[in-house]
């Protein structure tokens, strides 16, 4: 039976005898890549740069900014802000129901007026009719009631001719009847008063010094009781309401809520002064502490103090005239820290620690401050730990990025780069004219040793 030929029985002996050598020439072109590879990096490795080696010499030092470390006395500051308020501001209200005839220019928003100006004038011929009504009213009272005094004083003299009986004695001398005349004439008195207070009421007058900050009524309209006619405030005094922090309270001498009209305790309250800018320009006020808040606020947990100054609304040559609403920056007097280290802010770094140069090392030193602000830490000279003392020198440059040991030098014991400058230049010329002499020097014994 006839075998079926396969592919292998097919192939041609002289390839079988190349594939040996295809595959050589490729391992061969492999060691080659593989051989060029690696003189490539050991090239780049041997072109690498050497690190710097200072030897036996030490590591240069870092310059830095000093002071020493000195005591003084530090007055408290606490930082806030506010908004100018009247200390005294309310809403004039109508008393009667009347037209309105007359507005004085002072009524207008922005005006100022006296104590007593007449703001607005309303229509009076209704209450000066009342007046006459009750004027005719008090005649006729007074007539009644002398007539019944006349009455009494002769029925008297015939009491005395021919006494009575003694319990109808008041009533045969008219005494009822007398008291109930005077009783009409009083009644007739008052009412004559109530009409002559309404007509004074027609005349809405100024109850103080100050200025108009809203106008509600205007001419020809008629107004009713208690019906407001411009909203007004006093110029005298102004508070600006200052939130302060808990933590700082305890620099601060707040004084009683009761001291404030007690005459002995001025001048010990703490001062305050508050600036505002307008434009380009930055003016102050001062003024004082006169009381605070009964209870934090409960949205900033913060205590509301209050400060009050005094004609802050009259212009000067130093300062413009405050105005109501206007906001305000303010600084109120603390306590005074006596013997304490007063450093930089720069110098403290965010964990409340300093550094410290100590024989050309840095230090850093942890520290307790009794108050900090935007531009200062201050530090008691006597603490508990006892970090730093009055000897000590104060790294004012920031040091976050160098550790605990780091050799450091004041810049102000290192030469400048122009100074540096000028003694390398000085150097290279004395070198330059040593070797010129050394030159000269060696020409001219040339011949005397021929």
Known sequence: MTQPHSDMDQ??????NTTPVTWL???IVSVIILFIAFSVVGAMFASKPEARKFGNRPPPSVGV??????????????DSYGVAEPLTQTQLVSDVNARVISVSPQIRAGASFQKGDVLIQLDPRDFEIEVKVAESAVADADF?????????ALAEKDWNIRPGNP??????LREPQVAAALAGLKAAEARLAR?????ERTEIRAPFTGKVLRQMVDLGQVVSPSQAIAEIYATETIEVRLPVKAQDLDNLTIPPAESINDPTYLGDRPQVIVEAELGRNTFQWKGELVRSEGAFDTNTRMLYVVARINDPFIATQERPALRVGQFLRAKIEGKQLNDVFVIPRRAVSQDNSIAIAEEGMLRKRK????????DTVVVAVKNDDNTISSDDTLILTPTANLVDGTRVKSLSEQPSKQGLAVAENKNAADAKAAKGTSTTGQSTASPSAN
């Open 11 to 16: 192939v041609n002996p002289e390839q079988l």
């Open 25 to 27: 020439k490729h391992l």
């Open 65 to 78: 900014e000093t002071t020493k470390m000195q005591p003084t006395d530090y007055k408290v500051w606490v």
């Open 144 to 152: 009644n009631y002398k007539q019944e005094v006349a009455q009494a």
């Open 167 to 172: 319990e109808a004695r008041s009533l045969a």
């Open 195 to 199: 009409a002559k207070l309404n007509l």
């Open 367 to 374: 520290i307790q401050p009794l108050w900090t602000d935007a």
